[in-house]
């Protein structure tokens, strides 16, 4: 098959590329999105997400400069300022934008105020059947087929290729080899956590350590077509976004994404085989969960913690608490009256441990966490102190959900190329854009948010047609 029918390709039919695709179809353009998957419901990250749209945990709505003044301060100053600034921007336009293509969006409070719905949080393990994104997708792509688009599913894009006119795309299907022309290509195909070799170079000396909380379908396609046709990537691939489980949830399905041990982490102290603490505990899980992943052994942590954590908010506050879940769902929770015993349980020296619970006691009491090694902030993630017997020490994994690191896109989502400059009808959404979160502690600016930057590309792309 060789046409020029299409103006718009897009590349992968997460809620990136159905959001571009539909965006475009509604502004008169006749569209297809190539999806390798075969299935009509196959795992993928849109599917099996939780579904609140936010920007770094906060509302979409919530004012412009209030929205990139966090990115900034979280990212400490990585992200590219003009596409948060778009993406702040637009982010709520979107959701209004959502509701009219038919998508329930219900508010929960706090920063969940735009989740796709039906909700589905509670218990352990990852139900979404017929849930959030289960069911955006599905009207998406009906919606798509009413304004006269296509889905060709079972067809991966394998390369790009520029043109007098456009970009041709190179697709595998079971038939055969084929290329689709178009004047403008939207890559949506959501990053390369599913790529081990890639995840092995940017982020993990182990990836086969990490536990995979994603659909296995982003493989780094986009990032190394858009880099072949002369694109720019962030200078940091290294950077994930991600969370903490009980260690057991490497091989139980039931123990990911719920429930999750951030809080826990983020409250107490994180230590290694030898009892040494690992990394800032007050940055939070996402960060932990990338510190952890670099180390040679990311499955050799451990949560040092105390009663009034467990039973206070780190333990019971998040809406997939691990307290009482990780124990329902068979993950392992040591407890002890006291260090040197719990010391015992985890095959670390009772002396190493104890002293490494007085030092960080005493630097709370003294406000010197900062002079810890590694230093420990106090805000936003307040220390607790481990005082309050019993003792637990809870064994944990990292889990890896989608990379940050990727394709180099402007405000309007035209990728860039290494001089800055514009490559003729190429677009990037979602996951696979990079430069928008990340640096020196993995600083996290949302996923699904990410759709705004579709929005962008088929807003741009009917504008440069016009
Ligand atoms: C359990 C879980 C909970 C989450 N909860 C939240 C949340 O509450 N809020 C939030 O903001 N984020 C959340 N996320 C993250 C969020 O779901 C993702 O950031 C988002 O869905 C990514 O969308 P995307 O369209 O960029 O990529 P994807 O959803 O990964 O879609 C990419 C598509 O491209 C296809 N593809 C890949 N390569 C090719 C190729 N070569 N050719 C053709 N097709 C290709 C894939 O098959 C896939 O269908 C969660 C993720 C998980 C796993």
Redesign the pocket.
């Known amino acids: 098959m060789n046409s020029t029918d299409h103006e718009v390709i897009v590349?992968?039919?997460?809620?990136?590329?159905m959001v571009a695709a539909n965006r475009a179809a509604e502004l008169g353009q006749r569209v297809v999105v190539?999806?390798?998957?075969t299935e009509e419901q196959?795992i993928?990250?849109?599917r099996?997400?939780?579904?609140?749209?936010?920007i770094n945990f906060t509302s979409p709505e919530a004012n412009e400069d209030e929205l990139v003044r966090k990115v900034e301060a979280v990212t400490e100053g990585y992200a590219r300022a003009d596409l948060s600034r778009a993406v702040a921007k637009a982010g709520r336009r979107l959701m209004q934008w959502l509701r009219d293509e038919g998508i329930e969006l219900t508010d929960l409070g706090q920063y969940h105020t735009h989740v796709l719905s039906p909700v589905q949080r509670s218990g352990a393990g990852?139900k979404w059947d017929g849930f959030a994104?289960d069911l955006a997708l599905k009207r998406l792509e009906a919606n798509l087929k009413k304004r006269g688009g296509q889905i060709l599913r079972g067809?991966?894009?394998?390369s790009l290729k520029l043109n007098a006119d456009g970009i041709g795309v190179e697709i595998a299907q079971s038939t055969g080899m084929a290329t689709l022309h178009a004047k403008s290509v939207v890559v949506?195909?959501?990053?390369f956590q599913a790529n081990r070799d890639m995840v092995r170079a940017h982020i993990s000396p182990a990836p086969e350590k990490l536990v995979q909380?994603?659909?296995g379908?982003?493989?780094g396609?986009?990032l190394r077509m858009a880099q072949s046709l002369g694109a720019a990537v962030t200078s940091e691939l290294g950077n994930f976004?991600g969370h903490l489980h009980v260690r057991e949830a490497i091989d139980n399905a039931q123990l990911w994404?719920r429930p999750q041990a951030d809080d826990v982490a983020a409250a107490g102290i994180v230590i290694d085989a030898q009892g040494r603490r690992v990394a800032d505990e007050g940055y939070g899980g996402i960060y932990l969960s990338n510190a952890i992943a670099r180390l040679p052994d990311p499955l050799g942590t451990t949560i040092i913690f105390d009663q009034a954590i467990w039973d206070g908010p780190p333990g019971r506050g998040h809406v997939q608490p691990p307290n009482p879940l990780v124990v329902e769902a068979g993950g392992t929770l040591h407890r002890a009256d006291s260090i040197a015993e719990l010391a015992g349980l985890i095959g670390v020296p009772p002396q190493q441990l104890q002293n490494i619970v007085a030092e960080y006691n005493n630097a709370i009491d003294a406000g010197t966490l900062q002079q810890l090694s590694p230093p420990r902030r106090n805000d936003p993630v307040k220390a607790w102190p481990i005082r309050v017997a019993p003792f637990y020490a809870m064994p944990i994994s990292t889990a890896i959900?989608?990379t940050m690191g990727g394709i180099v896109v402007d405000a309007e989502a035209r990728v860039l190329d290494m001089t800055g400059l514009p490559i003729p009808g190429l677009y990037a959404?979602?996951?696979?854009v990079g430069g928008i979160d990340g640096g020196p502690h993995s600083g996290y600016f949302?996923?699904?948010?990410?759709?705004t930057i579709g929005l962008l590309a088929a807003e741009t792309i009917a504008a440069t047609r016009a």
């Open positions: 590349i992968g039919g997460g809620i990136a590329g190539l999806e390798k998957s196959y993928f990250n849109s099996i997400t939780y579904g609140t749209f936010h990852l994104g067809s991966k894009a394998v949506a195909d959501g990053g909380r994603h659909g379908t982003a493989t396609d986009g976004y994404p959900t989608n959404a979602g996951s696979t949302g996923g699904l948010i990410k759709a």
